[in-house]
C-alpha cells in the first residue's frame, strides 16, 4: 500500500526523518517498506531541504509499505503508519480535534431515514447530510495526496471521501440525496438476480451474499464495496448523504470474492475496522467537504480552517451546510478490552529485559492506555492485540530486535533420531548415480492432453492451474519420459540417457485419493537397455540388502484401466517375496528425434514405501573356503523360446551344495544354427567348505545335470567341459 | 629307484641353473620330452612285473608332475626377466584417462541432505508429511481461520471435493482438535502443518525439521513456481525463547554458507507464530554494502520464523501454558540457487540434462 510521506509528516510538529531512513526504521521496527519514490514537482530537491521546501506543493515521496494482514484494521490508513512512525521515531504526534459547524436549523433526520436489516451483516451505520454544495474539482494539495497514493481524483466530494479514507482508513460513501427515492435507506441482502450499475460502469448480479445499500425502488451500492450510477454525484448534486458504515468482515470479503471485485473500500472492510471510527470519519469528511466545497469559504473568516495551500487555489470551494445531527445505528457497542502487562511472560519469550517504564512508554506510544497496575487498555482498533504474546511482539520490535542478543538454549542432550526412510532414499539416490543416472525433479502435475487419455483414476484439481499443469501425476514415468524427449534432442546418439526421480504419486482408488512416494526411471536406448535396467536394479537391490526378489511374467490385473504405457512383452514385473513391487520394461511410446526417427525408451518403476521395507543393513560374514573351486562350463541348443531362467532352475533344482555359481556367459542366435534354435552356455562353479572336490565327484554332478536338462525333449546339452 | 632319484636331482639342478627361455626348453625335452629320460621310464613300466610297475609309476609319475611345475614357474620367472629388462614404450601421460560415467544427483537433493546434516548435527529429527493436506491442518490448526485476507498469503490449490482422503491419514488422535471430518482438501502451501501433526503425537521437549515439496497457485517467474521445496523447523521445550531461535539460525547460516553470517530479525506476520520475525542475513556477496543480489538493500530475506502461537499448541491438544517454543520456515530452492549461483527457479523443475549435470 502506498503512502506519502508529506501526508505522515502533517501528523507531527517535529519532523520525521528523511524518507529513506524513515523506510529502513519502519522496515525493523514495523512493516517492510518495498520501496521510495520520488513524486510530483521538480526532479531535483534535496532530502536535506528544510521542511518548508520539502512541502511545497508537488514534492513528495511515496513509500510503498507491505501492512500485513493482522494490521488491516488500523494500518490501511496514513493515521495508523502515521503511529507507528511516531513509537520508532519517538515523536510525538499532533492532537487536532475535528471541529464542525452544524446548521442548527436543519437535522439530518428531516432527510433521511436509515433501516438495517441484520445488525451483525452491519454492526454501526453512521451518516451525514450536507446541503448546498457545489461541485467542482477538489483543491490541488488533496489531488496531489491521492494521486501519490495512486488514486485518480473526480470531484470535491469523491475526493473528500477517499482522502479521509486514506487518512482514517475508514471506507466512506457520498450519495446525491436528491436520487435516494422516499428518503429512505434499507442496508439488507441482495434478492436474487437484483441488479446493479456500478460506478466501474459494470453491472453485477447480485445474490443473497451480497449486502447492498438500497432505497425503497433499487439498490443504490454493494455494501462496502462499490457505488452504484443511481445516486452518484454529478456537477449538479447539490444534497448529498455521507455514509460511514462498518460491515461484517467476512460478509464483504465473501461478496467481493463472488462478484469478483476488489476494491479499496472491500479490502480495508474484509480485514475488520473498527466500528467506533465511523463517527469520527464522517465528521472528519463534512468538515473536509466543508472546507473545500462551498461558497461560504469565500468569506474572510473561513480562511483559518482551510489548508494553506488551499489558499492558492481559489474558487474551488462548493461549501455546503451540514445538517444538525447523525444518522446513528450501533445497536450493540464494541467496547475495549483490558489485558493485564505480563512483563515476565515476555522476557520469557524474548529473552531481553526490558525496564517496565520503557516497556510502559512503547505500549502508551503506540496509543495503548496503561494504569498503574499494568492494565492495559486496548484500544478498538487493535483487535489484533489479545494475550502477552501479542504484546511481547508490540514491545519488542519498538524497543528493537536488534537488542535480541543470540543465546544457545539449555537442555537435556537428546540425539536426533535417524530416519530410515531418508537414509534408504538417500543410498538409493547414490546408487543410482553411480550408475550413471541423472535425478531429476518434476512437476506433481501433468496437462489435460495426457490425463484425458489416461482416463479414470486420476485426482482433480478445482483450480488447475493451466491445461499444462491440469491433474496430479498418477506416475512419475509421464513427465520423465518428457525428461527424455527434451534431452534427446541435445545430446548424441550414443549419450545412453538415463534419468530418474524419486517423488509422490496421486491416484484416486475406490473414491479415496492415494498418495505415494515412488521411484522411477527411464532409459534411451537400444533393446539391451533393459538388460542394462534389469542389471541396475539388481546392483541397486544388492546396495539396500534386498535379496528376495525376481523377475516374473506381467500378470494383467483386474483394476488396470485401459490405458498402459508399457510395451505388454517386453516387460517384467519385480517381486519381493511373492508381493508385486514394480515394473521394468519397453514403454508403448517412443522418443521422437530430429528427422522422423525414433528411440525406444525403457523404464522402471517401484512402489518405493513398500521398497523401504524389505531394505536391511544387516549382513554377515561366512567364512572363505579354504578349498580350491572348480569350473565347468555347459553348453545348449534350446528352443528360442526357452527362458534363461528354466536352465538355471533345472541347474539349480539339483540343489547340490557343492554348486556355489552358476553364470551365463555366452549366448548366440544366428545362421549357423538349426532354424529356431539358440546356444546358451553356462559357467558353473563347484566349490565344498571342507575339502577340495575330485574331479569324479564334479563330473558325476555334471552328469546329473546334463541328464535333467536333456529331460527335456527338445533341449540339447552340446557339449560340456 | 635309484636312477629315478638321480634324474630327479640332476633335473633340479639343471633348472634351478637354467638363465634362458631356450635352456629351459632344452631341460624339459632332455627329461619330459618325447625322448625324455623321465618319459622313457614311463614308457618302459608296461614291461614290468606287476608290483613293481606300481612302485615305479607312482615315484615316476609325481616326478614328473613335480618337475613341470618347477620348469613352468622358472619359465615365468625367466620371461619375467627379459619383460623387466626389455626397453619400455613411454606411456602419453596426456591422453585423456577412461572416465567412469556416473550421474548426478539433483542440486535440492544436495542442499537438502546438507541441511538435514546441520540440523540433526544440532539435534534435530528429520520429519515429512503428506503433500495431499486437509483445510484443518494447513490452515485452521495454525490459527489462519477462513474467510480472513491473512489466507491469501497462500495462494492455493484446492482438490476437486468429490475426492476423500482416507480417514487414517488425518490421523486424528483423540485430543486432536479436528470438527470437520468432511475436511476440504488442497497442495499444502507450506511445510507447517507437520507442526500439528507431529505434535500431536509426540509430547515435548521436541526439535524437528521438515523438509518437503510445497504447492502455491501463483504465475510462475524467475523466483516463483507453483512446485518448490521448504524446510520447517521446530523446537519446543519449557524455556525455549526468540533468542536461542536467533542463535540456532545463526548457527544454521554459518554452517551452510560456510562463513560467518550476521543476522537480522524484523517484525513480520504469520497467524502461527506470536512474536514473528523474518530472518534476513547480511548479504554475502557484498557485506551489506548493497549490490545486485541483494537489490541493494544489504540484507537477505532467508526465512520466516517466530514463536510458536498458544493457538498451534492447543490445535495439537497441547497444553500453551506448560510450553514454550520457536519455529522457522525456509526455501530450500532458494537456499540452493543461492548457494550454485542459480538466477531462475524454473531451471529446478526441467529436467534439462545440460543442467543437471553441473551438480
Known sequence: MLFSYNWLQSFFTGRLPAPKKLAELLTVRSFEVEEVKRTGGPARISVRAPLTERSVAGKDWVLDINVTPNRGTDCLSHLGIARECGASAKLKMKNEKIKIKEEKTISVDNFINVNVNNSSDCPRYTGRVLVGVKVSSSPKYIQERLRACELEPINNIVDAANYVMLELGQPLHAFDLDKIEDQKIFIRRAKIKEKVDALDDKTYKLDKDNLVIADSKKVLAIAGIKGGKSTAIDKKTKNIFLESANFDSVLIRASSQKLGLKTDASLRFEHGMDPNLTELAVDRLAQLIQETAGPHCYAKRCRRACPQSLRSSAGRRAGGKIAKGRIDIYPKKTLSRKLKLDLGKIEGLLEIKIREKEAVRILNSLGLETKADLTVKIPTWRPDLAQNEDFAEEIGRIYGYEKLESSYPTLALIPAKRNDDIFWEDKIKDSLKEAGFSEAYNYSFISKRIGDMIGAGLVELKNPFSEEFYYLRPSLILNLFENIQYNIRNFSAEKNIKIFEIGKIFKQEKGEIVEKKMLSGVMAGGPESFYMLKGIIDSLFENIGVSDYYFDEYQATPEETSFNFWDRHRMAEIKIGGREIGFLGALNFPALLKGGKVQEVFAFDIDFEVLLEECSEESEYRPISKFPAAGRDISLLLPEDARVSEVLNIINASENKYIKDVDLFDFYEGSELPEGKKSLAFHIIFQAENRTLSGREIEAIMAKIIQDLENNLDWEVRKSA | ?359
Open chain 2, 1 to 359: 629307484m635309484k636312477d629315478l632319484k638321480d634324474i630327479k636331482n640332476r633335473a633340479e639342478k639343471e633348472v634351478s641353473s637354467a638363465r634362458n627361455n631356450e635352456t629351459i626348453r632344452q631341460v624339459f625335452q632332455k627329461y619330459l620330452g618325447k625322448k625324455g629320460e623321465v618319459t622313457l621310464i614311463l614308457r618302459s613300466l608296461k614291461d614290468l612285473p606287476e608290483k613293481k610297475r606300481k612302485e615305479i609309476g607312482k615315484l615316476a609319475n609325481a616326478i614328473r608332475q613335480e618337475l613341470e611345475e618347477k620348469i613352468t614357474i622358472k619359465g615365468r620367472a625367466i620371461g619375467a626377466k627379459v619383460e623387466r629388462n626389455k626397453p619400455k614404450k613411454r606411456i602419453d601421460f596426456s591422453f585423456p584417462g577412461h572416465k567412469l560415467t556416473t550421474g548426478h544427483l539433483h542440486p535440492i537433493t544436495q542442499v537438502e541432505r546438507e541441511v538435514e546434516d546441520i540440523f540433526q548435527r544440532l539435534g534435530f529429527s528429520v520429519i515429512e508429511g503428506p503433500e495431499v493436506e486437509s483445510e484443518w491442518y494447513n490452515f485452521d490448526a495454525l490459527n489462519i481461520p477462513a474467510n480472513h485476507p491473512a489466507r491469501d498469503m497462500w495462494d492455493t490449490f484446492w482438490l476437486r471435493s468429490n475426492q476423500k482422503i482416507p480417514i487414517s491419514k488425518f490421523q486424528i488422535p483423540n485430543k486432536s482438535k479436528i470438527k470437520n471430518k468432511n475436511q476440504n482438501l488442497l497442495l499444502r502451501t507450506h511445510t507447517s502443518p507437520v507442526q500439528v501433526r507431529y505434535m500431536e503425537k509426540h509430547n515435548p521437549p521436541l526439535r524437528i525439521i521438515v523438509p518437503g515439496r510445497t504447492f502455491r497457485y501463483e504465475a510462475t517467474d524467475a523466483s516463483h513456481e507453483i512446485n518448490f521445496y521448504q524446510v520447517e523447523g521446530l523446537m519446543v521445550d519449557k524455556k525455549i525463547s526468540a533468542a536461542n531461535m536467533k542463535a540456532i539460525m545463526e548457527r544454521f547460516f554459518e554452517m551452510f554458507f560456510r562463513q560467518s553470517a550476521k543476522i537480522r530479525l524484523r517484525p513480520s506476520f504469520f497467524p502461527f507464530t506470536e512474536p514473528s520475525f523474518e530472518v534476513d542475513v547480511r548479504c554475502l556477496i557484498c557485506g551489506g554494502k548493497g549490490c545486485s543480489v541483494c537489490s541493494k538493500r544489504g540484507w537477505l530475506e532467508m526465512a520466516g520464523a517466530g514463536m510458536v502461537h498458544p493457538q498451534v499448541f492447543k490445535s495439537a491438544g497441547l497444553n500453551p501454558r506448560n510450553w514454550q517454543g520457536f519455529a522457522f520456515g525456509m526455501g530450500l530452492d532458494r537456499l540452493t540457487m543461492m548457494k550454485y549461483k542459480i538466477d531462475d527457479v524454473r531451471l529446478l523443475y526441467k529436467g534439462d540434462l545440460r543442467f543437471l549435470e553441473q551438480f
